[in-house]
Nanobody, 120 residues
Framework: QVDLVESGGGMVQPGGSLRLSCVAS????????MGWYRQIPGNQRELVAS???????NYTDSESGRFTISRDNTKNTVYLQMNSLKPEDTAVYYC??????????????WGQGTQVAVSS
């Protein structure tokens, strides 16, 4: 079994910062690309940022410069540092990971989501 557990969400004022964390735990061979998605009620889940096992990052245009994704491979953990937060960043943020439970057998996993609310 593989679990992704997120933490770090909460309520913050506009212009504030939050750091999300997601830990992959369980029995697996390796962790490939990890990423963060977000979803507003009534909308589709959308990619925020992703990072490969080698550290190559990808951001959507609206987050580039404000958000920074990073990972610690020794801890199977991915982070999302969010700065200059705006009310429109309010959403449930989900961790996503492509994990090889066995060599050559990848699967996609999702965390349970963590709420981020930006409001004055």
């Amino acid at each position: 079994q593989v679990d992704l557990v997120e933490s770090g969400g909460g309520m913050v004022q506009p212009g504030g910062s939050l750091r999300l964390s997601c830990v992959a735990s369980g029995s697996f061979f390796s962790v490939d690309t990890m990423g963060w998605y977000r979803q507003i009620p009534g909308n589709q889940r959308e990619l925020v940022a992703s990072i490969t096992g080698g550290g190559r990052t990808n951001y959507t245009d609206s987050e580039s410069g404000r958000f920074t994704i990073s990972r610690d491979n020794t801890k199977n953990t991915v982070y999302l540092q969010m700065n200059s937060l705006k009310p429109e960043d309010t959403a449930v943020y989900y961790c996503n990971a492509r994990i090889f439970r066995y060599p050559y057998v990848p699967s996609t996993y999702w965390g349970q989501g963590t709420q981020v609310a930006v409001s004055s």
